[in-house]
């Protein structure tokens, strides 16, 4: 064996023999010894034949002139079929393209002084800032997007939250750590034709002007956006909320209650009359909200 340099083949050292000529098997294990790939199946394909008896026949061989025949075979355990640089090129393709480039560029490489084999790039330090703050970015919108549906604050966080994680992989509630949010009042609220049907037997146009006489709401006024506004003593037992105009663009506000107004108008009405109410009543016909249980 001479001590040439070595060809290098994706990290394979390929032997050379006195003559120059390079060892397939080698060039083999390089290209992931499978057995359909082994020269032997090769050296018995037509191709490899009539190549191999070209190079015999012009005596062209890019080897040293001690070299006598383009391809042989060596036997014994460190033995192996060696073949001229044209062979190992026509070895190659053979095998598959991909690997007939990779052999070229050993051989430029060799001619070079220069390692073939790729250097691993350096990974690539994680962008931390930029897909957090898109992140952000979209718990943002979807949290705007959840409250105008009519999520309370947090609910709408919390589903902002998942949802940009299932975009981006990235979850910043859990990276910001243990997080406790006080839970907002999620106790139901209900229209006046609700309120109505669970005292029972009774219009839902009494309820309205039931709640002026006990002093929990009064008329909005002027250009306000809600029929009712509710008075200090009402606003513990009542909620604004904003709704789609129907037919219409923008936002119109409706005076909703919770289920402990309840007992309270039950108590009025069973125990007071006043004179005002007969005249509330026949003014609040057109202010009624139609709906039933939010």
Partial sequence: MSQNTPLTILSTSVRQDAGGRYCLNDCHRA???????APAQWLRTETAKKLIAELETMQECTVSETAEKPVVTVPGRNGGTYAVKELVYAYAMWISPAFHLTVIRAFDALVRGKDPTPKPKAPRAPALIGPRRQTLGLIELYTRVNEMRGLDRNAALISANDRATVKTGINLFEEAGPVRMEAPDQEPVMNVTAIAEAIGGISNR???????????QTKGGKGCRCPYQATELGKQHSRVVDSPRRHASGFSQELLWKASIIPLIKAHLAGATSPYAAVALAADTDLVPQGGLL
């Fill in 31 to 37: 290209a992931g010894a499978l057995d359909k790939d």
């Fill in 206 to 216: 009494r309820i309205n002007p039931a709640l002026i006489e006990m002093g929990y």
